[in-house]
């Protein structure tokens, strides 16, 4: 992927910081639908920027794909072509492949061991190769989402002989897709705004989803079993580009930052609110809701580690940090 030298976006940002009195207008995006509790937490962020900065910073944000695919938009930012993304924190894999690492089917036993990770150096030293070498700055990473689960179509998932062999929906992410093949399945690149119709005409067998979006994406429509894998802790991020953010005055800064932990803390309240009546409304359209015995998960989980000697080989996950992920528990 091309980007803009280090040097040249640092001299673009030193020159907007001289003008950082000045009123600016971002551009956001995101690739979830309007209903989304993502999508719903992204307006909010951008509702407090602007009452916080009393219309100092103005942000415009496009849901639902409007300005391309996850993938897209964030090299976008890199090249200071788009401002904003808010979307999986896994997303920046694709510029510090590494990141990768939190899309690696059952790595973490729990969402605090998911947690323990997300705040350890290594996740650290990811975020500071992010910003200085790609121009990502990334702003929030609170916004938790529920455990991704497994969407099937004639019957929940029993253990890994259910999925062997069939054809998954996987985003463009070179772990998520490693991951995919681990655990004895077919990944199918398919971008999220063309997923609902990509299995409806059978391009995939099956789905993973976060568990919130399982009722905003709508593919229970055309997946009506859905197995609690907790195969992922995942997360959304608030990322901006770095040029775009040193535009503005140390005050700014903070109350910008602010809003996206703020605006984290809307979307996990949004989603505890409403778990419960859209598993109710899903029930009640004949979706079936299966748990996953932690026996079972212990088995995706001993395929994955086998798997990690070719991840270490192929440059997605750095030698030895398999061991210290294990000992983050």
């Known amino acids: 992927m091309k980007h803009l030298p280090l040097a040249s976006l640092t001299i673009a940002g030193l020159l907007a910081a001289s003008a950082a009195s000045a009123d600016v207008t971002w551009t956001f995006g995101?690739?979830?639908p309007p209903g989304a509790p993502v999508t719903q937490a992204s307006?909010?962020?951008?509702?407090?920027?602007?009452?916080?900065?009393?219309?100092?910073?103005?942000?415009?944000?496009?849901?639902g794909s409007q300005l391309g695919s996850g993938p897209a938009q964030i090299e976008a930012m890199s090249v200071g072509a788009q401002d904003g993304y808010i979307s999986s924190g896994s997303n920046a894999s694709n510029l510090v492949k590494e990141f990768g690492v939190v899309d690696i089917p059952f790595v973490f036993a729990?969402?605090?061991?998911?947690?323990?990770?997300?705040?350890?150096?290594?996740?650290?030293?990811?975020?500071?190769?992010?910003?200085?070498?790609?121009?990502?700055r990334i702003l929030a990473t609170n916004w938790f989402r529920e455990p991704?689960?497994?969407?099937?179509?004639?019957?929940?998932?029993?253990?890994?002989?259910?999925?062997?062999?069939?054809?998954?929906?996987?985003?463009?992410?070179?772990m998520f897709i490693a991951g995919w093949e681990a655990i004895g399945t077919v990944p199918v690149t398919i971008s999220y705004g063309e997923t609902y119709m990509g299995l409806s005409q059978?391009?995939?067998?099956?789905?993973?989803?976060?568990?919130?979006?399982?009722?905003?994406?709508?593919?229970?429509?055309?997946?009506?079993?859905?197995?609690?894998?907790?195969?992922m802790y995942p997360q959304n991020s608030v990322y901006?580009?770095?040029?775009?953010?040193?535009?503005?005055?140390?005050?700014?800064?903070?109350?910008?930052?602010?809003?996206?932990e703020d605006a984290g803390d809307y979307f996990v309240s949004l989603v505890a609110e409403e778990t419960a009546p859209n598993r109710?409304?899903?029930?009640?359209?004949?979706?079936?809701?299966?748990?996953?015995?932690d026996e079972v998960r212990a088995e995706f989980a001993a395929m994955v580690a086998d798997s990690v000697p070719t991840f270490e080989?192929?440059?997605?996950?750095p030698e030895g940090w398999w061991d210290q992920i294990q000992a983050m528990k």
């Open 313 to 317: 080989e192929e440059g997605l996950l």
């Open 148 to 174: 991704r689960v497994f969407m099937t179509k004639g019957d929940c998932v029993h253990g890994p002989a259910d999925i062997a062999g069939k054809r998954v929906r996987s985003p463009n992410l070179p």
């Open 110 to 136: 729990s969402q605090q061991h998911f947690l323990n990770f997300m705040e350890s150096d290594l996740a650290t030293g990811l975020k500071d190769e992010l910003r200085d070498d790609f121009n990502v």
């Open 43 to 63: 307006k909010r962020f951008a509702e407090l920027v602007n009452e916080r900065t009393e219309g100092r910073v103005t942000i415009n944000f496009y849901e």
């Open 280 to 293: 109710e409304t899903m029930e009640a359209e004949g979706v079936t809701f299966c748990d996953m015995s």
């Open 240 to 260: 901006i580009a770095e040029t775009s953010f040193q535009q503005l005055s140390d005050e700014d800064k903070e109350i910008v930052t602010k809003a996206a």
């Open 30 to 32: 995101g690739i979830n």
């Open 202 to 231: 059978g391009v995939a067998d099956m789905a993973e989803s976060a568990g919130e979006q399982v009722f905003s994406s709508k593919f229970y429509e055309v997946l009506p079993y859905v197995t609690d894998a907790e195969m």
